[in-house]
Structure formats: C-alpha cells, structure tokens
C-alpha cells in the first residue's frame, strides 16, 4: 500500500497511511474511459474543447482523458497544466508553494474548458482554479472533471464528471496515485 | 527565515528554492496580464537611502505584479534632512502598517540594524561593500536559463571586486550551486583579504578570457581613480577592460558575458561589444522582476517557515514514471 509523503497538508511533514483500496488502476482506466464519453455526449462532440489538468494530481489523468477522447473521436485536445498556488485562498495561513509551473500553450478565449482533478473536497482549489482561467482568457464555458468526489463542499462549486462518488469523514486522506486510488490518514 | 539580508540566509537548498519559485514567476511575466494577486493586502516599502534604478523600480514591478501595495521612501526628500534618526523613520514607517521594508544604505550593516528594530520582513537591497543577495540570485538564474546549471562552470569575475557588493554576493552563491570561480583583477582592487573565499585569484585577464564559461565584469567606479588605486582608466581598459579582441575570443569558447550594471561602455567593456548575442545584460534586468517575485512571495506569503526538513521535496518535479502509470 501506498506511503506518500504530503508536505503542504497539515500535518505538515505527514506520511499518508492507506486503510483500504477504493479503486484499482483499472478501475481508474475504466472510469476515465466513461469519462471521456461523457464528455463528447454533454458538448455534441469535441469542438472547441481543451482540457486543462490540475498540478499535480488532475494533470495525468488529463493526459490519460485525452489519450482517450483521441482514441474515439480521433482528434487532438490541446492539454495544459495549471499550479493554483497564487490563487489560492489561504495564502498566508499554511505552507503555499507551486508544486510545478503552470503552462497552458493555448488561447482560451471562446474555448470549452474542462479542468481536470482528481480529488474534489472542499472546492476551494477549483474556486483558485476558476480564478486563475480568468487571468488567461474568457472560455465559453468551463467544465469540471475529477477522479473522486468525497463531499465536503464549502464552496458553492459542483462537478460535471465525476469517476467515483466516496463518502468520506473529513479527516481522512483520499490518495489517487499510480496503484490507484486508496483511503487513509495522515500520521506524523 | 524572516529577513533577506545576505546569501548566508538562505545556503545552497535556499537558493535552489528561490530559483524554483522564480521559474513559476517568469510564467505569469509572460502573461499578457502579468500579475497574480498572491499578495494582496500586503504592504511593501522601498525604502532606498541610496540611488538607485534598476533594483528600486524591480522591487517595486515585483510587489505590484503579486497584488501587494508599494510605499516609496526616498532619504532625499525625507525628514531625514530635518535630522531624524534611521530608528524613528523605521518606527514611523512601522507604524502606518508595513510587511515587508526593501533596504538600500551607502553603509555596509544597515539593513541588518534595521531588522533589528523592525518587525517587519526585511530585504537588503545593497548595503555598502556587503551585500546584493537579491542581485546574486538574478546573476544565478540567469547563468542557470543560458547554460542550464552552475555545477562545474567556471566563473570569472572581473574588475573592483573590493569596492562590490555584488561581488561578495554573488562569490558566495556561484559557489554554493558549486561553480568554480576566479577573481580577476589589479591588488589594490582585491579585498584586503580572501581568508574564506572560495575563490582562485588570477592578475591576467588574457590567461582567463578562453577558459570560462561566464566573464562578469563588475562596474569601474570612477571616483576608484582619485584614490590612485589604478594608474589611468587607459591602463585598466588594456589590461581588464572587455576589449573587442578578448570579447571575440571569449566568445568563441562560448563565454557569456554578464554586468550587473550600470555599465560604463568604453571602460570595462567595449562599446561595441556590449551589444553582442552572448552579453546577457538585458536578461539579468528582466530576470530580475520575477526573481524578486520569488523572494517577496517566500518571506511574505508562502509560510516555509511551518515546514520542517529542508526545501527539496515541496516544490519537486512529479516523477515521470508516475505520470505514465496511473493506467498500471
């Protein structure tokens, strides 16, 4: 099972301890690839859409949500990455540093943009995220993708695509890594 | 860390944080709305006791750019004139509700004597012969954008090394991302002593110019010359002035040429030669507003000070492979 270290949560210096297996890659695999078809059938194709990842859990499963809408409807979506961090409401409060530089090499402006994450909790990273798209453009429309929605919401903020729904207590830790996607808490 | 007021603050890990940040910062620059409003509420005082243009009006673009007001203080047409002291300035600045105070002094020490009284973050912008630290990590990150690390590069630094605060600062960063560095320069524009550098010393320029990978040349400080401690500005040019000959040739075994700034064409550099592709003057200036970016953003509002363990990790590259796998 999964030991990640997270940094900027407290407790800070924290090591992830997983409980159980919530998803397996596979599943993951399989959810994105519902995913994807939801995201054709909700925008009667792929006109206009890109898909923009959230450093730095959203910005694989982008690449993977891409991969497949390559693979059905045979077009490229442009794929960008976005670091929240100066936007962020609790600047000041705790630890805040980029964990990558932003890089969205392509105009937004009238596009269909689909943030992509994969853990939706409080909604205030995806209320930072909304924030930030301002700075780069106006799109038609902005869409909200993510692997786990686990509740919590403290933000009037919902999401169009959602892999799994997992009721959790707010003290636990959703951790979405390569060997899929487990529950847990941090410890010190 | 709460203040900036010498390399020493931040060590090797430091420097390599504030460059990591900066790449974030240079990202928002290019921008067409260059600015994030990460710092908003803040309260930045440039408070110069000294002239300045360049690291001044930087400071101040870097503040802005990240949201936080600008306060200017300039001691001219201060009430310093009126004989008070740098103690009731500071209190009275202090007292409007400041964040962070950008000190300039003539005096080596001020900055530090400042952040004594102060409960403010403070940030040294050149304190007499001491330090720039803020210079030395534009002249790194710029080194780092043109030839992609410090490691193993050799650095010369040319000129009036002992009259340079840019030169103390920037020995102490070149060397701490493990640079090899050489000061060139007469004796009587050496310090008095180089107990603790971690520096080579070579008298001929010639000897150095097809052997480095970076020539900075630091500013000839005209007023040097009444105290006698070069015979003529003629005879300096020959012998550690960037004339077209050596610029070619340092050129040619891929140098490239730095200057803090301002620089005086004719003296320690040719005229002609300080437009040339390798002279990356205009880079150190432009690096300078997100590099200043990093710094305010880490002392004024990223609170590294409740991580424990050393910088690594927080700001890390996600490892490819674990991008690659997520399918398993």
Redesign the interface.
């Known amino acids: 099972m999964a030991e990640r ?1 997270r ?2 949560t407290p407790p ?2 924290g090591v992830f301890h997983a409980r159980t297996r919530v998803m ?3 599943d ?2 399989r959810a994105v690839w519902r995913m994807a078809h939801e995201v054709i059938e909700h925008n009667h194709g792929l006109e206009g859409v890109v898909l923009i990842g959230l450093q ?1 859990g959203g ?3 982008a ?2 949500l891409a991969d497949d809408l390559h693979q059905i409807e045979q077009v490229d979506i442009p794929v960008g990455t976005l ?1 929240v ?3 962020r409401d609790d ?13 969205i090499p392509f105009d937004v402006d009238g596009r269909i943009v689909v943030l992509v994450d994969d853990v939706l909790f409080t909604g205030r990273t995806i209320r930072a995220a909304l924030d ?1 798209l301002t ?2 453009g106006r799109p038609r429309s902005v869409q909200l993708a993510v692997m786990i929605d686990r509740g919590h919401r403290e933000l009037p903020i919902r999401p169009d695509y959602v892999g799994k729904n997992l009721p959790t207590r707010r003290d636990e830790v959703v951790d979405v ?4 996607v487990e529950l847990g808490e941090m410890r010190k | 860390m709460t203040d900036l007021l010498s390399i020493d603050d931040l060590g090797a890990e430091g420097i390599a944080e504030v460059l990591r940040l900066t790449d974030s910062f240079v990202e928002v620059t290019n921008r067409p709305i260059p600015r994030v409003a990460a710092l908003r509420g803040k309260t930045v005082v440039s408070l110069f006791f000294e002239d300045s243009t360049r690291t001044r009006l930087s400071f101040e673009a870097a503040a802005k750019r990240l949201g936080a007001d600008v306060m200017t203080f300039s001691a001219g047409s201060s009430s310093l004139k009126k004989g008070e002291s740098i103690r009731d300035t500071i209190q009275t600045i202090e007292a409007m509700g400041v964040d962070a105070l950008v000190v300039r002094h003539a005096s080596a020490g001020v900055p530090a004597q400042i952040a004594r009284w102060a409960s403010s973050v403070v940030i040294n912008g050149g304190d007499g012969w001491h330090e720039h630290p803020t210079q030395a990590l534009l002249d790194c990150y710029t080194i780092q954008q043109r030839l992609g690390s410090l490691e193993g590069r050799r650095v010369a630094i040319v000129g009036d090394v002992k009259h340079s605060r840019v030169a103390r600062s920037d020995v102490k960063a070149f060397a701490a991302l493990g640079a090899d560095v050489t000061l060139v320069a007469p004796p009587t524009l050496l310090p008095p002593t180089l107990v603790g550098w971690p520096v080579g010393v070579e008298a001929d320029l010639d000897q150095v110019v097809e052997k480095v990978d970076v020539l900075y040349l630091l500013r000839m400080q005209r007023e040097r010359m009444t105290e006698a401690l070069v015979p003529s500005l003629r005879e300096y040019t020959a012998r550690f002035g960037l004339t077209s000959e050596r610029a070619a040739r340092a050129e040619d075994a891929g140098a490239i040429v730095m200057h803090p700034g301002p620089m005086n064409r004719g003296v320690e550099i040719a005229a002609e030669v300080a437009d040339r592709p390798n002279v990356v003057v205009v880079d150190q200036v432009r690096n300078g507003v997100p590099v200043r970016m990093a710094v305010l953003f880490l002392l004024l509002g990223s609170r590294r000070d409740l991580l424990d363990g050393p910088a690594g990790g927080v700001v890390g590259e996600v490892p490819e492979e674990a991008e690659a796998d997520v399918r398993g």
């Open positions: 270290e940094r900027i800070y210096g397996s890659p596979d993951i695999q730095t910005v694989p499963l690449r993977l670091d961090a100066f936007y600047i000041g409060l705790r630890p805040v540093l980029p964990e990558a530089v932003t890089d930030a700075d780069f890594s390569p060997e899929g």
